[in-house]
């Protein structure tokens, strides 16, 4: 099993940034991926941004050019830098993470961006 510890979540204006951090109890080298989703009021949970064991990062459009996803291996740690936030990115944040064949998901943060 992998258990998950999110933070960095908050209130933040339009504009601002957020940096979301995940603490693994597994090492990073271990997981075929780290990653973020995260869901909205109303609506479905959607994938946001994700780094594979490789180094490899893919990210949702609406994260494309504002947001980065890195991993602090000593730490077992993914963040996930967010900047020019818009209300739209409004949404729990949820860290997901895939160990041998299985997902595993944090208990989320909230970031609010007002509008």
């Known amino acids: 099993q992998v258990q998950l510890v999110e933070s960095g979540g908050g209130l933040v204006p339009t504009g601002g940034s957020l940096r979301l951090s995940c603490a693994a109890s597994?090492?990073?080298?271990?997981?075929?991926?780290m990653g973020w989703h995260r869901q909205a009021p109303g609506a479905q949970r959607e994938f946001v941004a994700r780094?594979?064991?490789?180094?490899?990062?893919n990210y949702a459009d609406s994260a494309k050019g504002r947001f980065t996803i890195s991993r602090d291996n000593a730490k077992n740690t993914v963040h996930l830098q967010m900047n020019s936030l818009k209300p739209e990115d409004t949404a729990v944040y949820y860290c997901?993470?895939?160990?041998?064949?299985?997902?595993?998901w944090g208990q989320g943060t909230q970031v609010t961006v007002p509008s």
């Open positions: 597994r090492s990073i080298n271990s997981l075929n991926y």
């Open positions: 997901t993470v895939r160990y041998i064949g299985r997902e595993y």
């Open positions: 780094i594979f064991s490789n180094g490899a990062t």
